[in-house]
C-alpha cells in the first residue's frame, strides 16, 4: 500500500479523515498521498429565474477553499509523504475509479458525519452508492473516531466465499502488525446451519492462522447491529469487512437500523470489495 486518496469538502469530518490517514501513512510507510475535491454543478434557487452556479464559479471557490483547507490541515499536522491536490469537475459516483486508476490508487478514505446520516459523507454523495461502485478498499471514518492506529482489529465475514476473499493485500497490511489483536466474527440470523459451512470455517483458520485470531459466532437477525456492539464492547479500533459489490455487507446499509447504529458509531470501517 503506497498510494492513499482523501475525499474532501474541507469539513471538520475531511479533516479528522486525513488525521487518520495521515497516521496510517507514517505507520505503514505510504508514500503518496492524494486529496480530492468533487466538484459539480448545482442550481441556486433565487426570486428571479433559476441561476445557474457555472464550473467556472464552482472550481475558482474550490480552489480557493483547498488552499485555505491545506493550510489549516498543515498547521499541526506534518507527514513525510508527497501531498497532492486536485478539484475536478466529476460525478464521484462515476469518476472516482478513473482518479484511483490515474493515481494509482491503493486505499480510498472518506469521512462520513453522524449527524447527517450514513449517507451523508463529507464529498456530498451517497456512501452507499461510492462502497457499490469504488473498485479500490474504502476506509470510512466516522466523526466520533479516535486517532489511534489500529491494533485491535475486527473482521466480520459471512463465511462465504473465503478463499476468495482472503486473498487481499491490503487486508496482509492492516494485519501485519506485531502488536495485533484479531477477532472474527460471524453473525447468523439463525437459519444458517454451520455443518453447511464447514469447509468454510476450516478454510478461514488455516488462512488466518498466522494472526492467531479468536472467533466469535453470534446470532442476531440485525446482523449489522450484532456487529457494533461487538466493536464497541470489545473495543475494536477498526472493522474490516470483505464482500462483493451489492452482496451482503453492502446491504446492510440500505436498512434504517444499520444507519442509525452507523451514526453512532466510533469505530471506522474498512470495506474491501472484489468482484
Partial sequence: MKNILILTDFSDNATLAARYAFLLADKKGIENITFLHANQTVEAITNSPMVTVTFEDLHEDAVRMMTQWKA???SNITTTATTNFLVEHINLETGLNKICEDHNIDLVVMGISGKSGWEKVVIGSNAVRVLENCNKPLLIIPNSSKIKYPEKVLLATDLKDVKVKLESTILDDFLSSTNLTLDVINVSDGESDFV???HEIKDIFSL???Y??????KTNSD?????NLFAIRNHSDIIVTIHKRR???SNLFRSSISKKLAWH???????????
Fill in 72 to 74: 489549516e490541515l498543515f
Fill in 223 to 227: 446482523v449489522a447491529e450484532e456487529i
Fill in 212 to 217: 492467531n485470531p479468536q472467533f466469535h459466532y
Fill in 208 to 210: 488466518l492462522e498466522k
Fill in 265 to 275: 458509531s466510533q469505530v471506522p470501517l474498512l470495506v474491501i470489495p472484489i468482484e
Fill in 247 to 249: 452482496n451482503w455487507f
Fill in 196 to 198: 453447511d459451512l464447514r
